[in-house]
């Protein structure tokens, strides 16, 4: 295939993400000059400041995104169900720019509170981390069987009609789990962060205590 073809096609499928990925240095070059010398970096729980920093390190946040979507893009390439993997490339494209999306929405509230240090991040953070997993839950069913993407447990590896059940199952609760986690952090913004963390912990065990019965079912079936 020809080269200039090749990067063709590259941009069209990932000019979305690439946007994504350089609108934080864009956003950071231009309010760099208007930036104090201090920024805030850290919160804790309740969404206090516990750490400032230079304006500069406000640059990691965009580059350890921009290094997660290189992992990302050649991580697949390392798989060998091969197939597979190829079937699921629309719903893994969907994950890529939602892990994005989701770090450059991060470090637009950080990049915020460095001109309004008093601005309520917590409750937003918990609305991203939720956000994210509601997004997750549409990639979820559309991943077939691999070792790469999606949840990666010994009896869904082992089983394809285990890997198919559990995604779809992750799919339905993770999106209404996720709708239900951002109802709440926004009626009880002070426990907002804790509300996200203990939904997220949910959705994963439960998910995977469902995945493990499908196995105990399967293995009393071969018996």
């Known amino acids: ?6 990067s063709s ?4 499928r990932e000019w979305l993400l690439i946007t994504v990925l350089i609108l934080p240095f864009i956003a950071l070059a231009v309010a760099l000059p208007s930036l104090p010398e201090k920024v805030p970096m850290h919160f804790d729980a309740y969404g206090n ?3 400032y920093g230079s304006p500069l390190e406000l640059l990691i946040l965009p580059g350890i995104n921009v290094l997660v979507a290189i992992f ?3 991580i697949p390439r390392l798989d060998p169900n091969r197939e597979n993997i190829v079937a699921s490339m629309p719903a893994y494209f969907w994950i890529r720019r939602a892990m994005a999306a989701f770090f450059t929405y991060i470090f637009a ?6 001109f309004n240090p008093t601005l309520e991040v917590t409750p937003l953070i918990a609305i991203g981390i939720l956000g994210l997993f509601f997004c997750l839950g549409f990639a979820m069913p ?4 691999n070792y790469m993407i999606g949840i990666r447990l010994p009896w869904t590896l082992e089983s394809e009609d285990n890997w198919d059940r ?7 609760l993770w999106v209404r789990g996720s709708l239900v986690g951002i109802v709440l952090a926004v009626i009880f913004q002070s426990a907002s962060i804790f509300i996200a963390l203990g939904t997220v912990f949910v959705m994963v065990i439960w998910t995977g205590v ?3 019965r499908i196995y105990q079912e399967e293995k009393r079936t071969n018996i």
């Open 9 to 12: 096609d590259f941009f069209r």
């Open 49 to 51: 400041v516990n750490r």
């Open 109 to 114: 509230l950080i990049l915020a509170t460095s």
């Open 72 to 74: 990302l893009y050649f």
């Open 1 to 6: 295939m020809n080269p200039t073809n090749q």
């Open 210 to 212: 469902y995945s493990y």
């Open 142 to 145: 559309k991943l077939k069987q």
């Open 166 to 172: 559990t995604h779809a199952f992750a799919g339905k």
